[in-house]
């Protein structure tokens, strides 16, 4: 059996103002292997985006545990969050989330810098994955100046220049036509097939099937 890298047990968050309590994760039982990749399914607003969030240490629950690579996390500080998030953990979302006044090499290089790497390892890797991805003639480029495929080719090569053991995935076709959303699907599961364990969210049955294994959510539970 391979190992677990994420563990959670009755993983609960909900969200409290002066006038309503809502339960987005309600006691969640989730284990995914090392090397898995999972698509998360269910309606809008049954708790997939809050469960991506919780996973990514993007958010803390409000009861319940959560063990990655067989750490306890909930307990820990924020600064240790952080540094357990940069190391391990890389994150695609549905509208890029580019930063528009960087380059596109600007934008793959953060992760690198936040978790210290010396600059010429930055400039090195950087070079390396745009020349993968075909966008080495774009490195000094803006993201205004990119097409949305491009965008979120950009936006995968800064998820896995850290090279994450985790990569989570929010509807990373969701603003893509076919042709390009089939792109990005296919570089999850290179990237997989690497051995690195991928987390989608997706409303998409077509998408879900490139997982090794679909979990559906509703009103915050597993059901299936």
């Known amino acids: 059996m391979k190992e677990l890298i994420i563990q959670t047990k009755q993983l ?18 989730l284990t995914v292997e090392q090397g898995e990749f999972v698509a998360v399914m269910g309606p809008s607003g049954c708790g997939k985006s809050t469960l ?21 996390v909930n307990s820990l500080s924020e600064n240790q969050m952080t540094r357990i998030r940069r190391g391990n953990m890389g994150y695609i979302f549905q509208n890029f989330n580019l930063v528009d006044e960087l380059n596109v090499s600007e934008n793959v290089e953060l992760p690198l810098i936040f978790m210290g790497i010396r600059r010429k390892e930055r400039r090195e890797r950087v ?52 042709k390009n959303g089939a792109v990005i699907l296919d570089l999850l599961t290179e990237h997989n097939r690497q051995g690195a364990t991928v987390v989608m969210v997706t409303h998409s049955h077509k998408d879900a099937s490139y997982a090794h294994r679909i979990i559906h959510l509703q009103d915050g539970s597993i059901i299936n």
């Open 12 to 29: 609960t968050k909900q969200f409290v103002s002066e006038e309503v309590k809502t339960t987005a994760v309600r006691d969640l039982d």
């Open 52 to 72: 991506l969030n919780l996973l990514g240490l993007v958010d803390r629950p409000s009861s319940g545990s959560f063990s990655f690579n067989g750490q306890e």
């Open 127 to 178: 070079a390396e994955i745009l020349h993968h991805l075909k966008l080495g003639h774009r490195s000094g480029h803006y993201p205004r100046q990119l097409s949305g495929g491009q965008q979120q080719r950009v936006a995968f090569a800064r998820a896995i220049v850290n090279r994450p053991a985790l990569l989570l995935a929010d509807e990373p076709t969701g603003n893509l036509d076919s």
